[in-house]
């Protein structure tokens, strides 16, 4: 574990730049509407495990020969080629060789599982073990709503996705870049978007990775919200450090992860898989190359500062063989995700894969079936980290407003199927089948009536009313509910309490650091 200390309250800032708090801290929290978020996901249930021991045991001495005989690039970093040539690896150019052995026996320092705080204890998560944490998706460029149709986001866009995962009771992360911001300048969207995570919610959310300076205002946001003596001793941002497959490490990603290490925060180690393009077309052969990858990056992680919390990521798709386009939900996909599941518990490292993946362009029949296929697998696959469950389309181009809020409801069988089965005797219902013997019904007797609230998990969105009740209401389609819903749950939203002092600080901070720099959209 690498949380060394109680996580913070709520509402004061703690640590060497002052405490918050007061009358207007206390009144602000009291003022406050909590929205109730549903407890991490504790597996109850065994892991689906596809590969036999055999097979695991050819990837891992695959991916072993490909580190000793192929080698990474870590690319525009002699910092880094310097880490390794000390470490042992062979170092040529750019091109870095590790001995067998090597890179196994620096990731068994990172830990098995750790605690990502967030400023509302309560919401804080672990992630590793039989824990399966949910963030909203990460990276689009554009948005879609049934009203406004396809468009480059807004930085109202963003705001508008983390009230919703702030809304989302399944959902236990705010997550990081839920859409991008194309209306805020590049090197400054950073800065809008955090700030947007620490005050419009309080779920845990992940840091900037598109340059190491960006990673490090991060880190001093933090500070400011959590405390510096909080934040050097704990962990309060996990962050996305694409692999740039096959078998090369770049300078920016590295420089970002870097910093994170350094810092203690976690870093997800992830290679950006696309089979028969980035990966071979088979799936022993990318897990082979998954593996020599993740196991550089979480290697490298530990050079930079021993027991810093990584996980072992992958992101997975297959490629339409006519078009050359990205496909979702595939059965290659499935077998991917499940097998390197069972790598990561192998290694001893958390595991981030799946998603609410799909190619669809709409919220239709397709993205609903291309999604289930991945959410699912991601549950059976040992999952203890799925960014993207929620809001994704068109391939990762676009958040879709719709499809966040079915997406999010969905997450509720999730949780209800990693509960398993009780057996207890209320579960038993010997005494439902003695009241009602040969060919009475349920629906009236006590064990009934003392379950029905909970017997069953029931969406939110979707309409379970008879098809007269139906038609007479408009005949209204799935994304016509989500619309719906994306209104209500907007229209109840209240932020959560947050101290006037670090939320002033946290202005000010933004403010100074835009201005000390030029607007660059590149």
């Not at 580190?67 to 080629?81: H, K, R, S, T, Y």
């Not at 859409?179 to 800065?191: A, G």
């Amino acid at each position: 574990m690498t949380d060394a200390a109680t996580a913070p309250d709520a509402t004061p800032a703690r640590g060497r730049r002052g405490r918050g708090g007061g009358g207007a801290a206390r009144r602000a929290e009291r003022s406050a509407v909590s929205f109730e978020t549903a407890p991490t996901i504790e597996r109850k249930i065994p892991n689906l495990e596809m590969l036999s021991d055999k097979t695991l045991e050819i990837i891992e001495a695959n991916a072993e020969q490909v580190l000793e005989e192929i080698g990474v690039a870590f690319v525009d970093n002699p910092a880094a080629l310097d880490r390794w040539r000390a470490a042992g690896a062979m170092v040529d150019g750019e091109r870095v060789r590790l001995p067998k052995g090597l890179a196994r026996k620096l990731c068994a320092t990172a830990p098995a599982q750790f605690t990502q705080h967030a400023r509302n204890p309560a919401k804080s998560v672990v992630v590793g073990g039989n824990n399966l944490v949910l963030a909203p998706v990460y990276g689009p460029p554009f948005v879609r709503d049934a009203k406004g149709g396809r468009r480059y986001a807004t930085l109202e866009d963003f705001q508008t996705f983390v009230k919703l995962g702030y809304m989302s009771k399944w959902l236990h992360h705010s997550g990081g870049t839920v859409c991008e911001p194309t209306d805020v300048p590049v090197n400054k969207r950073h800065l809008d978007m955090l700030m947007a995570h620490m005050t419009l919610s309080d779920k845990p959310f992940m840091g900037s990775v598109t340059d190491p300076v960006r990673a490090r205002d991060s880190i001093e946001m933090c500070e400011i919200l959590f405390g510096e003596d909080f934040v050097a001793n704990n962990t309060v941002m996990t962050s996305l450090i694409n692999i740039n497959s096959p078998l090369t490490f770049d300078e920016t990603m590295m420089g970002a992860l870097e910093v994170y290490a350094a810092a203690n925060q976690a870093s997800i180690i992830s290679p950006f898989i696309v089979g028969g393009a980035m990966a071979p077309v088979s799936v022993v052969g990318t897990l082979t190359q998954v593996l020599a990858e993740v196991m550089a990056g979480v290697a490298y992680s530990q050079l930079v500062r021993p027991g810093s919390p990584a996980i072992f990521g992958t992101f997975v798709t297959s490629i339409d063989m006519n078009s050359g386009a990205p496909t979702f939900g595939t059965p290659e996909a499935a077998k991917i995700t499940n097998g390197a599941g069972q790598l990561a518990r192998r290694m001893g490292l958390p595991y981030r894969s799946a998603g609410s993946f799909c190619g669809s362009k709409l919220p239709d029949a397709q993205a609903a079936y291309e999604t289930a296929n991945s959410l699912n697998m991601g549950l059976l696959s040992g999952v203890n980290f799925m960014l993207h469950s929620c809001g994704w389309l068109e391939g990762g181009l676009v958040a879709d407003f719709e499809k966040f809020v079915l997406d999010a409801d969905q997450l509720g069988t999730l949780h209800s199927m990693a509960a398993g089965v009780e057996d207890d005797e209320n579960a038993q219902a010997m005494d439902a089948i003695r009241e009602v013997g040969p060919g009475g019904h349920y629906l009236g007797c006590a064990h009934t009536q003392a379950n029905f609230k909970t017997a069953f998990w029931r969406s939110e969105v979707f309409d379970y009313k008879p098809f007269e009740t139906w038609e007479e209401e408009g005949a209204r389609d799935s994304q016509t509910l989500a619309a719906s819903r994306v209104a209500k749950l907007l229209a109840d939203y209240q932020p959560p309490a947050l101290d006037p002092d670090v939320k002033a600080r946290l202005e000010a901070y933004v403010a100074d650091k835009k201005a000390s720099m030029p607007d660059s959209f590149m």
